[in-house]
T-cell receptor, first 113, second 115 residues
Framework: DAGITQSPRHKVTETGTPVTLRCHQTENHRYMYWYRQDPGHGLRLIHYSYGVKDTDKGEVSDGYSVSRSKTEDFLLTLESATSSQTSVYFC????????????FGPGTRLTVT | DQQVKQNSPSLSVQEGRISILNCDYTNSMFDYFLWYKKYPAEGPTFLISISSIKDKNEDGRFTVFLNKSAKHLSLHIVPSQPGDSAVYFCAASALGGTSYGKLTFGQGTILTVHP
């Protein structure tokens, strides 16, 4: 199994508060991704990174920001959490496209009340 | 606009029989396709992939078929086992363009294999 951890694994927070989720990898892979999984939508890309300090938006990036200051860590921040951001968040890593076989972390279940 | 669609939310199969999961796509730039399997409370795990230069790829009990003209792919599991019960996602990517380096996922199909 690829060495990917996510923290926290579960979090309950209140509307309007900032939240940061952390993804840590030990594989030294260049690409890192944040997805959210919701019923009926599958996995949707929020943001991704193609190198340290190099990030780009995915299809559902509004309300989220990311940072990657070193290869192994990719942080996802909800600037002001809303109930619509209640979801399960997955981090993934990839050595390089074009094969694009991404390896996923165990997920973080976030509930915004 | 859902570029990758799995139109069957669920599929129920008897142990030992074949499971066929289907996936359709609309973006003609997609040229690499993957299937992922997901158990509850775990992250998705990579199962099998296929490049657009092939129409079939086999790995043990799992075979993926690609029909480029129909923009359709399917995953066959033979024989199905109860441990195959999971959510299956198909995904697509492109070697170039705006989809480079990114996967687009379908909504998923819940497979239940009954003993």
């Amino acid at each position: 199994d690829a060495g990917i951890t996510q923290s926290p694994r579960h979090k309950v927070t209140e509307t309007g508060t900032p939240v940061t989720l952390r993804c840590h990898q030990t594989e030294n892979h260049r690409y890192m991704y944040w997805y959210r999984q919701d019923p009926g939508h599958g996995l949707r890309l929020i943001h991704y990174s193609y190198g340290v300090k190099d990030t780009d938006k995915g299809e559902v990036s509004d309300g989220y920001s990311v940072s990657r200051s070193k290869t192994e860590d990719f942080l996802l921040t909800l600037e002001s959490a809303t109930s619509s951001q209640t979801s399960v968040y997955f981090c993934a890593i990839s050595e390089s496209p074009p094969a694009n076989e991404q390896y996923f972390g165990p997920g973080t279940r976030l509930t915004v009340t | 606009d859902q570029q990758v669609k799995q139109n069957s939310p669920s599929l129920s199969v008897q142990e030992g029989r074949i499971s066929i999961l289907n996936c359709d796509y609309t973006n003609s730039m997609f040229d690499y396709f993957l299937w992922y399997k997901k158990y509850p409370a775990e992250g998705p795990t990579f199962l099998i992939s296929i490049s657009s230069i092939k129409d079939k790829n086999e790995d043990g009990r799992f075979t993926v078929f690609l029909n480029k003209s129909a923009k359709h792919l399917s995953l066959h599991i033979v024989p199905s086992q109860p441990g195959d019960s999971a959510v299956y996602f198909c995904a697509a990517s492109a070697l170039g363009g705006t989809s480079y380096g990114k996967l687009t996922f379908g909504q998923g199909t819940i497979l239940t294999v009954h003993p």
